[in-house]
């Protein structure tokens, strides 16, 4: 009993540690992106701007289009996270009620399949696009996007699948309701909250993405936030520190926000799977 408190202790410590690790860069981001030039310079800088402006916002604004690669990212985060949502919902329903040997060989190929780098198959996805005449376009973009994010999406759903007690659905045949209505009136408002879950993860994993959107896509006004962020370095490495900070703050906004939303939603759908017959 007595080495219970001593380990809540730790493990609270150890969080604490854990996020001040990661809220450590975002603040120093956010102190660097109201910081003017000469404070930039300082071989003695500070947590907090002595003389806070605005101008390194309105110069990334100015040398970059920072609104039209963020509409880029939207169309194709958004559109990624509802093609791989609506492909991989049936088929993990599937996958979760029928445990067959081709089911678990599947559900081995999904996690297997997330540790492949992405440079072992940027040059077949590549060619392939090269084929189908989608390299430099946003559709292509999506579609890598979906073949990417589908795995995990699958892999996800199908733990939210299995959190539905299969009794609700006996019970729904039972009182008549055929295979349709029991999915559409029993199974699918449980799964509400895993599908918003792993749509908002989808979209964060797209929105984020780099290495993809700068090899595929090579007109200017077609690339996404993350690759335009990298016109803030000149040829030879030397950063604009300022607007590099200001654009990677407001860059950075957006899946903030949506992360606070998946928290909440993965908690929904934890309790709408424990809701028991």
Do not use: C
Not at 82 to 92: C, F, G, S
Not at 96 to 120: C, D, E, I, Y
């Amino acid at each position: 009993m007595r080495t219970r408190p001593a380990a809540r202790v730790a493990q609270y410590t150890a969080l604490l540690a854990y996020l001040v690790f990661l809220l450590l860069p975002f603040l120093w981001l956010l102190s660097v992106a109201f910081k003017p030039p000469r404070e930039l310079g300082s071989l003695h800088p500070t947590w907090i701007p002595k003389d806070p402006t605005l101008a390194n916002f309105r110069q990334a604004f100015d040398e970059q289009p920072l609104l039209h690669a963020a509409f880029t990212s939207l169309l194709a985060a958004s559109s990624a996270a509802v093609i791989a949502v609506a492909l991989a919902t049936p088929m993990a329903y599937v996958m979760a009620r029928r445990r067959t040997r081709l089911a678990r060989a599947a559900s081995g190929w999904v996690v297997v399949s997330q540790a492949f780098p992405f440079v072992l198959v940027i040059i077949p996805l590549f060619l392939v696009l090269k084929k189908l005449r989608l390299i430099d376009s946003v559709p292509g973009l999506v579609t890598v996007y979906v073949v990417w994010s589908l795995p995990f999406a699958l892999w996800m759903l199908v733990g939210h699948v299995r959190t539905v007690p299969v009794e609700l659905e006996e019970a729904a045949a039972i009182d008549g309701a055929g295979r349709l209505r029991t999915l559409v009136s029993v199974t699918a408002p449980l799964l509400a909250p895993g599908i918003v879950a792993t749509a908002l993860f989808a979209f964060v994993t797209a929105w984020n993405e780099f290495f993809f959107a700068l090899v595929l896509l090579k007109t200017p006004e077609k690339q996404t936030l993350p690759v335009v962020l990298t016109h803030f370095i000149g040829a030879e490495g030397a950063a604009d520190l300022g607007p590099l900070a200001a654009a990677a703050f407001l860059a950075t906004l957006p899946s903030l926000a949506v992360f606070a939303l998946i928290q909440r939603r993965i908690t929904g759908g934890r309790l709408a799977g424990a809701v028991k017959s």
